[in-house]
């Protein structure tokens, strides 16, 4: 098939812009949108009817840990510092397969709910990351690096933080050739790395062309101690030592002190706002408002299960658009647009894994298919409205991924599922026998 044409669907190929009866029409070859607009006519052979229902951009995850799937529902209730050593607990009893059947359950969970691009640090080597090729996703991956010394995943790797970031170039130059992956050195985060390896990082990737993930100021507590150990804030520590040379995707961002954000806006950096976690970790609402006067480039991310407790960016976007009013008391302060701008082309500036994040001429063909006709879908007044308020990742029908259709029916094509999740039970009830 030279073609493949999708009509009748409400088309919403960019936040603000809605086409009520359209029509796109895209290379399954080269995964290149021909033709975005009006419908031209009914569906023939070959082509989809889209009719009662809504198209939209797939979505990226700005920022998440796939492999902790596995940890869903596993340490509820406790703040952040409580949570993340219940977490490492577990985490260090992860095998490469551990990781891999993880990812895996995350990848179906996400293409199920309509997520086609994800960023993401934790373990990652040449498998786990052609795993994510085979199934059709787009990842933006940092193999997380903790110290020098710090074995991360020691079950599922001997490297230590220095030899992780010695081996991340090879990495990301083995993948170079796949439009569906790219590679970033990942730093956890300041109160995990030691100043002088951020500022050897922050060369690096200058030298290396590579971008950097991180997590920053994602708490108070986290900043308060920033501020005395080192007198600045984790996001202005990180800029004296070098790191905003270079691309830096910024996770969290909770807790700007007084020069932070002109610090991100200047630097070009993007940041995941992470609503869901933030909240029930009790970490704090980003503001998220602020960044976005300050011309900073957001996406939306879910963090981790572990923490959330499940990958459905429409909980996001929801949440991300209504928090805000509620703190501004205004419903005008952020409008339902802008989030889902966050979510589709902040996201995949964010991603950089090939997609601009809009259906348009000459871009790549991700895309997401929603019901409408049920509950939620009834009556379609607005479907901008229902897109940003009223849709769950289970009105996901059909998902293609640079012209490849990996969802059909809510099935998931490039993955059994069910033999995923079975993976994912027996594997989590192992590591839990360990931990008694």
């Known amino acids: 098939m030279s073609q493949q044409r999708i009509t009748g669907a409400v088309v919403i190929p960019e936040p603000g812009v809605v086409i009520p009866d359209g029509e796109i029409v895209f290379s399954p070859a080269t995964g290149v949108i021909e033709h975005v607009g009006p419908s031209r006519g009914p569906a023939g052979p070959g082509d989809i009817d889209a009719g009662g229902r809504v198209m939209v951009p797939g979505f990226t995850n700005g920022h998440t840990h796939s492999a902790m ?18 977490v490492r607990e577990f985490e260090l009893r992860m095998t490469t397969a ?31 990351l052609a795993a994510v090729s085979e199934a059709g996703m787009r990842v933006n991956a940092a193999p997380a690096a903790f110290d020098y010394d710090a074995v ?3 079950t599922a790797s001997p490297l230590s933080g220095r030899e992780l970031i010695d081996a991340t170039p090879s990495l990301a130059a083995q993948f170079r050739g796949d439009p569906l992956v790219h590679v970033s050195y990942g730093l956890h985060a300041p109160y995990t ?7 050897d990082v922050a060369g690096r990737a200058e030298r290396d062309g590579l971008s950097i993930q991180i997590h920053l100021s994602e708490t108070r507590r986290e900043v308060d101690q920033s ?3 080192h007198g600045v804030s984790p996001i202005r520590h990180v800029e004296n030592l070098g790191l905003f040379a270079n691309q830096v995707h910024v996770a969290h961002a909770v807790h700007p002190i007084e020069g932070d954000v002109e610090i991100l806006a ?5 940041v995941s706002h992470c609503p869901v976690s933030n909240l029930k970790l009790g970490a704090g609402i980003a503001p998220s408002v602020t960044y976005h006067e300050a011309g900073v480039t957001l996406a939306i991310g879910t963090d981790s299960v572990a923490s959330n407790n499940n990958l459905d960016l429409f909980e996001e976007l929801k949440t991300g658009i209504i928090v805000q009013r509620g703190l501004a008391l205004d419903p005008n302060v952020l409008s339902g647009a802008t989030v889902f701008g966050w979510a589709t082309a902040g996201g995949a500036k964010a991603a950089a894994a090939g997609s601009a994040g809009r259906l348009a001429v000459g871009e790549q063909a991700d895309l997401v298919l929603l019901d409408t006709t049920s ?18 990742g289970s009105d996901v029908t059909d998902v293609f991924v640079a012209g490849r259709q990996v969802v059909a029916g809510r099935k998931v094509l490039t993955l059994d599922e069910e033999a995923v999740r079975e993976d994912v039970r027996t594997r989590v009830a192992r590591i839990k026998s360990e931990l008694v």
């Open 69 to 86: 799937t596995l940890l869903r529902g596993y340490s509820d209730d406790v703040p952040l510092h409580i949570w993340l050593g219940h």
């Open 98 to 128: 551990d990781i891999k059947a993880g990812l895996q359950l995350a990848m179906v969970e996400m293409l199920r709910s309509g997520t086609t691009a994800f960023v993401d640090m934790f373990h990652w080597d040449a498998e786990l």
């Open 152 to 154: 991360g995943f020691p």
């Open 193 to 199: 790395c030691s100043a002088e390896m951020i500022a």
């Open 227 to 229: 501020l005395a150990a």
């Open 266 to 270: 200047l630097a070009g950096a993007t």
């Open 375 to 392: 509950d939620s879908g009834t009556p379609l007044n607005s479907a901008e409205s229902f897109v940003h308020f009223a849709a769950r």
